[in-house]
């Protein structure tokens, strides 16, 4: 069964980069029949798509935070990482990794992380 | 970018009501709505792909339906398991987009 799992700092600091991973287990990151995604939620508030990285290292990001992100993968430790840099207070939130699959013509996120909270304060 | 509204932000249903969101897409996006159950402190749960297809495993009360613009989510019967935020997403272009969500209650 393949679980994701993320990791890393729950507090940085304002104007820092906030790095986190994820590692996929009980499967393969290099699969090509998916997208590996970060998705983000601010505390009460909704889902917003920050963006995702194929096996071959592709990227696509949300226009929104483009400028301040950076998705890589490392396929011999089977992670992807997310960096989101000059970090402020609006950037607090529940970062969620996902796994973006086609079927049939559809895509869906059918499997998720089961999230990290990350604070941004002095 | 395809903006996606969500209506109503929430509502309280009883036991047994049948239970609508609605949806909209800034522009036609055919069938590519996707929609997730969130429960409190947990990630979200596919529940409906392409617009009216039900994910296996799920149970029959959930249903989808729409294309174009304008979709609906609609739960059967409301059972107490069904507190929840549901999201609508689409998949048509990227960025992917996500509702603002519905906050469901029980009365």
């Known amino acids: 069964q393949v679980q994701l799992q993320e990791s890393g700092p729950g507090l940085v600091k304002p104007s820092e980069t906030l790095s986190l991973t994820c590692t996929v287990s009980g499967g393969s990151v290099s699969s090509g029949s998916y997208y590996w995604s970060w998705i983000r939620q601010p505390p009460g508030k909704g889902l917003e798509w920050i963006g995702y990285i194929y096996y071959s290292g592709s990227t696509n990001y949300n226009p929104s935070l483009k400028s301040r992100v950076t998705i890589s993968v490392d396929t011999s430790k089977n992670q992807f990482s997310l960096k989101l840099s000059s970090v402020t207070a609006a950037d607090t939130a529940v970062y969620y990794c996902?796994?973006?699959?086609?079927?049939?013509?559809?895509?869906?996120?059918?499997?998720w992380g089961r999230g990290t909270l990350v604070t941004v304060s002095s | 970018d395809i903006q996606m509204t969500q209506s109503p932000s929430s509502l309280s249903a009883s036991v047994g009501d049948r239970v609508t969101i609605t949806c909209q897409a800034s522009q036609d996006i055919s069938n590519y709505l996707n929609w997730y159950q969130q429960k409190p402190g947990k990630a979200p749960k596919l529940l409906i792909y392409?617009?009216?297809n039900l994910e296996t495993g799920v149970p029959s009360r959930f249903s989808g339906s729409g294309s174009g613009t304008d979709f609906t989510f609609t739960i059967s019967s409301l059972q107490p398991e069904d507190i929840a935020t549901y999201y609508c997403q689409q998949y048509d272009n990227l960025p992917r987009a996500f509702g603002q969500g519905t906050r469901l209650e029980i009365k």
């Open positions: 996902a796994r973006e699959v086609l079927v049939r013509g559809f895509w869906y996120f059918d499997l």
């Open positions: 392409d617009a009216s």
